[in-house]
């Protein structure tokens, strides 16, 4: 049965792509999942990303705070200018420069930490580069949103602020916390979580392209070159910077990955629940999500493919995309 789950879930930019396929040739399909719908699915996603956090989990950042802060800064400075300056560039129409930039300043990818256990990376260094930019984006995304994004239409922060609040802080720290008192609980209610995360993004995706099929068609070129563009500079300058402040390949390779990964599902949330004059503006977090993953596996499987595996880059690791009882398999089937 692990085996069919992790196959499900490893497939997931092929469910995204068939979801976003079916809603164009049939909108009903997926119109109906819209709303508060979205953000509840998206809060379970979270959810599941909290329960398989430790309170020792945060104690690691001690460990290696420069990694940690080099991350977090780049995540909000590289990934938001190059959104802003490519749909610039572009001339993207405002409500797609919109989500874009949206893209650009949500924090890591929940499915980073997959691509880094692939890619040999430095897995517990991933998961706590992706709890920090999450944590963080209650703060960041809203004010860097209403700085770059507002440039094309009012941007109301504090909207985003409470979104961000209702779908990442609550959720994680519920998860946390019920990891904390019951770790056993957790633990089996995880293993629901890889599945239950795909299910959620999928619609997510399909919802989307549901609501604007023909714009989407009339787009899709110019969204797959600026997201394209969007993620391989990220992953690009993630590496490249992280190597000339003298970190090791395996940590600037889990750097560039953790960079180069956006929180699609939350940025198309945030751009549905805050921009709904602009339906527009959700549309590139679909492109956002395919082309990462591409992009991302491709790097994945030459990483993997040039650099031997060492035992001091297997570490314990949880996922939000796949949970921490999954992965571990993995880990014990690979030794």
Request: aromatic share 10%; with cysteine; hydrophobic share 55%.
């Amino acid at each position: 049965m692990n085996k069919i789950l992790n196959t499900f879930v490893n497939l997931y930019p092929v469910w995204i792509i068939g979801s976003s396929f079916l809603a164009y040739l049939y909108p009903p399909a997926f119109a109906w999942f819209s709303g508060n719908l979205m953000v509840w699915a998206l809060a379970l996603v979270m959810l599941g990303m909290g329960l398989t956090l430790r309170v020792a989990d945060f104690k690691e950042i001690a460990k290696m705070p420069g990694a940690v802060l080099l991350g977090a800064a780049l995540q909000y400075t590289v990934m938001p200018l190059t959104a802003y300056f490519i749909s610039k560039w572009m001339a993207l129409d405002p409500a797609l420069a919109v989500g874009l930039i949206i893209v650009g300043c949500c924090p890591g990818g929940t499915a980073s930490n997959v691509i880094t256990y692939l890619a040999r990376g430095h897995l517990a260094l991933s998961i706590i580069m992706t709890t920090v930019s999450t944590l963080a984006a209650i703060i960041a995304t809203p004010l860097l949103c209403q700085a770059l994004a507002g440039q094309y239409v009012p941007v109301d922060a504090w909207g985003l602020f409470v979104t961000t609040v209702q779908v990442v802080l609550i959720p994680v720290t519920l998860g946390v916390f019920v990891n904390y008192k019951f770790p056993n609980v957790a633990a089996k209610v995880s293993l629901a979580g890889p599945v239950i995360s795909v299910w959620a993004i999928v619609f997510i995706a399909g919802s989307i392209v549901a609501q604007s099929a023909s714009t989407v068609a009339e787009n899709a070129l110019q969204l797959f070159i600026a997201a394209g563009l969007l993620h391989i500079v990220g992953f690009a300058l993630g590496f490249a910077i992280a190597r000339l402040f003298r970190y090791d390949y395996a940590i600037s390779r889990t750097v560039s990955i953790e960079i180069g990964m956006q929180n699609g599902g939350l940025a198309a949330v945030l751009a549905k629940r805050n921009f709904p004059m602009e339906p527009l503006s959700a549309v590139p977090a679909v492109f956002s999500s395919v082309m990462q993953t591409l992009i991302g596996g491709i790097l994945a499987a030459y990483w993997r493919w040039k650099t031997a595996p060492r035992p001091d880059q297997i570490q314990r690791t949880g996922i939000a995309d796949a949970p921490s009882p999954i992965i571990n398999q993995k880990i014990e089937n690979e030794n």
